[in-house]
């Protein structure tokens, strides 16, 4: 049996999408989320795997622009829509899609980077693929965690908004927040509606999504989108808050919305959505054990140039090492490069010298924002120094003062 590649026609996206949603599980989704993610398919990037008449695979693109540590944006092709059907597993279907997206991305030569969120962690390795962020997902018993703001928060007005109204004011916040983190994608034009999205047969009880500003100085300086999902015993009430998103500012702001979510009458949990793993509001809280923190892997990295990425980052102290690179996939990145770096900028060229480290493509994705340390995957084997000193002086140009984090998966 054999299958032939093709770039999707915006003709046949039903049937493409159809296969997608078959792959993870079949389910029906609602109209208005099909509508986003067509409306958001860039259909010349993406490539269906025909066998005969028939879609047995699917694979797509998104042309994202993301925060890299320093504070600079850079190209990186978004990988989703990833799937193979069931009866054709095993047949290299999945490695020749992947194949083509690598060798579209190198052509087009805008892209140093591509990024992805795995629906399985042990897949995307052997492509090159290293886990680079972590989010972290919290359930906060407010009935007896107390919640301790900074100076300032009383300044801070809230006010209650129509979602919808207020979505150019939440975007100019986020917008700001962006180049602050590593791993943070900036929001074009339709990525708005993403954290939006809010199908009723996805509420799972809650209420629908509300939003509330927080506003000082005259200004937006934070939002805060969730919902309240009743709940009553015998006792009372014991509601849920489940936070979409929050993003603020200054910590004034940022302590103002958390404590509204606090004290929401007839609630006794917050059930929070993707968080940085170094969230301040783990800081304010009473009793971090009653707040059930558990982390998950989110967003991973692969560097299809990698001289053009390392150069595209900054370091957060002087570097000068030379890294022996392996990948057999993208056999250009191959060999050994000479990483010059520290806060204003960097060079990253081929030389014959000899290495300080060796490591793999997937292990320099994983590292490549700053929340993997280089140390931690010399331990489990993944990296090796050839020269004394060389791993911690790497370990500690890569690090980042503030963890990588994706907002919201694609």
């Known amino acids: 049996m054999r299958t032939e590649l093709r770039v999707l026609d915006p003709s046949v996206w039903d049937d493409w999408y159809g296969?997608?949603?078959?792959?993870?599980?079949?389910?029906?989704?609602?109209?208005?989320?099909?509508?986003?993610?067509?409306?958001l398919t860039e259909c010349e990037r993406s490539i269906g795997a025909w066998d005969g008449a028939d879609i047995v695979g699917t694979a797509s693109l998104y042309s994202f622009r993301l925060s890299v540590p320093g504070g600079g944006i850079v190209p990186a092709a978004g990988v989703t829509m990833v799937s193979v059907r069931a009866t054709h597993r095993r047949r290299g279907v999945l490695r020749a899609m992947m194949r083509r997206q690598l060798d579209d991305i190198r052509a087009a030569g805008d892209e140093p980077l591509a990024v992805l969120t795995a629906s399985e962690p042990d897949i995307y390795g052997r492509f090159g693929y290293g886990a680079a962020t972590q989010t972290a997902y919290a359930e906060i018993d407010t009935a007896k965690v107390r919640l301790t703001v900074p100076e300032g928060t009383d300044g801070v007005r809230l006010r209650a908004v129509p979602l919808e109204s207020a979505v150019e004011a939440c975007e100019a916040v986020y917008a700001r927040r962006v180049r602050a983190r590593p791993g943070m994608l900036e929001r074009t034009p339709g990525w708005e509606r993403v954290p939006l999205l809010d199908p009723p047969g996805d509420r799972k009880g809650a209420s629908p999504l509300r939003c509330v500003l927080a506003e000082s100085g005259g200004g937006v300086t934070g939002y805060a989108r969730f919902a309240v999902k009743p709940d009553?015993?015998?006792?009372?009430?014991?509601?849920?808050?489940?936070?979409?998103?929050?993003?603020?500012?200054?910590?004034?702001?940022?302590?103002?919305?958390?404590?509204?979510?606090?004290?929401?009458?007839?609630?006794?949990?917050?059930?929070?959505?993707?968080?940085?793993?170094?969230?301040?509001?783990?800081?304010?809280?009473?009793?971090?054990?009653?707040c059930a923190v558990r982390l998950r892997d989110s967003l991973y990295v692969r560097l299809v140039n990698v001289g053009a990425a390392l150069e595209a980052r900054t370091y957060t102290t002087p570097v000068e090492t030379v890294l022996e690179v392996t990948d057999p996939l993208c056999p250009w990145n191959e060999g050994r490069w000479r990483l010059s770096g520290d806060a204003k900028g960097a060079s990253c060229e081929r030389t014959d010298d000899s290495p300080d480290l060796r490591l793999g493509v997937r292990e320099l994705?994983?590292?490549?924002?700053?929340?993997?340390?280089?140390?931690?995957?010399?331990?489990?084997?993944?990296?090796?120094?050839?020269?004394?000193?060389?791993?911690?002086?790497?370990?500690?140009?890569?690090?980042?003062?503030?963890?990588?984090?994706l907002p919201h998966a694609f």
């Open 365 to 405: 994705g994983a590292a490549y924002l700053g929340g993997v340390p280089l140390t931690a995957l010399a331990g489990a084997g993944r990296v090796q120094e050839a020269r004394e000193g060389a791993l911690t002086e790497a370990t500690n140009a890569f690090a980042t003062p503030v963890a990588p984090w």
């Open 232 to 290: 009553w015993d015998l006792a009372g009430p014991k509601g849920e808050v489940v936070l979409r998103d929050l993003e603020a500012l200054d910590p004034a702001s940022y302590a103002a919305l958390w404590r509204f979510l606090f004290d929401l009458d007839l609630t006794s949990v917050i059930r929070t959505g993707p968080r940085p793993v170094d969230d301040p509001w783990q800081l304010l809280v009473s009793d971090i054990r009653r």
């Open 19 to 39: 296969n997608l949603l078959l792959a993870f599980g079949g389910v029906p989704e609602a109209p208005e989320k099909s509508a986003l993610w067509r409306e």
